[in-house]
């Protein structure tokens, strides 16, 4: 037969005060028997879960997170989701977050919305914790979750005053690896093309290849300021550094994007055969930088890897057995595909 104890039309969701009235329960007891490790008859919690499935009843996980203290929320803060990198990590990261029992919040921060207000909006939802992957290098918004007493977790960068966890790719040893493969190639005029001047990737990744460069007797590297990472501005960089009187015969550029914009430059403006006239190196090692239109040399981000890490931190975060605040760097991968060869 039909239940027509809630019959009535709603306009909202059912609180758990009503489901409370209807199994003539106190909120309490009800309350318990969707916690897991909450002291409740068995019998009891079975009964209350079966009613709720019945009337389509949801815990609020905000309403339960003032009386356990936790929502079990992760908020993702990402500002560049146009670089395929992050789709790609983002998606690997919320499935793994998720098949750890934690539902995944993510907000974007914008010229028109700061890193540090994104973070205040997720601050107003009760998360847990942050996990952060953007990519400036400002520590505003970490400021903001240490302020409210909810840590945060850099992911691929880390906080200029390192007060905060980081799980990162060591950017400026992959520098250093391009350097090598480059000059061991027989490169003697290089070029760089840079991101964005205020991401630690970008700043890590220059600050390797330069020193190595110069530490193998490469003191003068062409470079092009960078503003953003994306197809548009590898072109500019490429136009800027093939126009000297004497281009690079081999480029480094700070991610895989940049590189692709800036052999598409090469190939279609310069009329320049890659690997042949010009060598082109990226960073990240995207999906599409494997396919054969592309086949990118790039230095492999171990992404499988550095999400477990992740994740491992976010349950010991969660759980306060995190320890005391670190930076992981994790060595990155060289592979050489074919837009690299031998300088004759």
């Known amino acids: 037969m039909p239940d027509k104890r809630h019959n009535k039309t709603r306009t909202g969701p059912m ?12 909120r309490a007891t ?10 409740i008859n068995p019998e009891t919690r079975e009964k209350v ?17 003032l009386i356990t203290k936790s929502t079990r929320i992760v908020g993702l ?77 850099f992911f ?15 950017n400026e040893l992959g520098g250093r690896v391009v350097a090598d493969h480059l000059i061991d190639l027989g490169h003697k005029r ?22 190595r460069c110069a530490e193998r007797g490469i003191t003068k ?20 550094l093939l126009s000297l009187a004497k281009r690079p015969t081999a480029i480094f550029c700070s991610n895989d994007i940049l590189a692709l914009g800036a052999m598409g430059v090469a190939q279609r403006e310069f009329q320049l055969k890659i690997p042949d006239d010009v060598s082109v190196v990226g960073f990240d090692d995207i999906g599409i930088a494997s396919w054969p239109s592309h086949a990118l040399t ?18 010991a975060l969660a759980r306060g057995t995190a320890g005391a605040p670190a930076i992981l760097r994790l060595p990155g991968t060289l592979i050489e595909r074919s837009t690299t060869k031998r300088f004759r």
């Open 190 to 211: 290089l070029g760089y093309i840079a991101g964005r001047p205020d991401a630690s990737t970008n700043v890590d990744r220059r600050s390797g290849f330069l020193s």
């Open 156 to 170: 691929n960068r880390y906080e200029s005053d390192n007060q905060s966890y980081a799980v990162t790719c060591d």
């Open 298 to 315: 790039t230095v492999r981000q171990p992404i499988a890897t550095m999400i477990d890490l992740t994740a491992d931190l976010t349950l």
């Open 30 to 39: 009800v309350s318990r028997a969707f916690h897991d490790h909450a002291v």
């Open 15 to 26: 609180t758990i005060v009503e489901l409370a009235k209807d199994l003539s329960m106190s």
């Open 49 to 65: 879960l079966k009613r709720a499935k019945e009337l389509g009843f949801q815990p609020n996980p905000l309403a339960r997170g």
């Open 221 to 240: 590297v062409a470079e092009s300021p960078g503003v953003e990472f994306s197809y548009e501005a590898g072109g500019v960089g490429a136009r800027k």
């Open 77 to 153: 803060v990402v500002s560049d989701i146009t670089n395929p990198f992050y789709p790609e990590v983002m998606t690997k990261l919320t499935e793994r977050l998720q098949a750890d029992g934690f539902n995944v919040m993510l907000v974007v921060s914008s010229p028109s919305r700061s890193e540090e207000e994104a973070v205040r909006v997720l601050l107003s939802y009760r998360i847990d914790i942050v996990v952060m992957l953007a990519t400036t290098l400002s520590s505003a918004g970490a400021a903001a979750c240490r302020a409210a007493g909810t840590p945060v977790l």
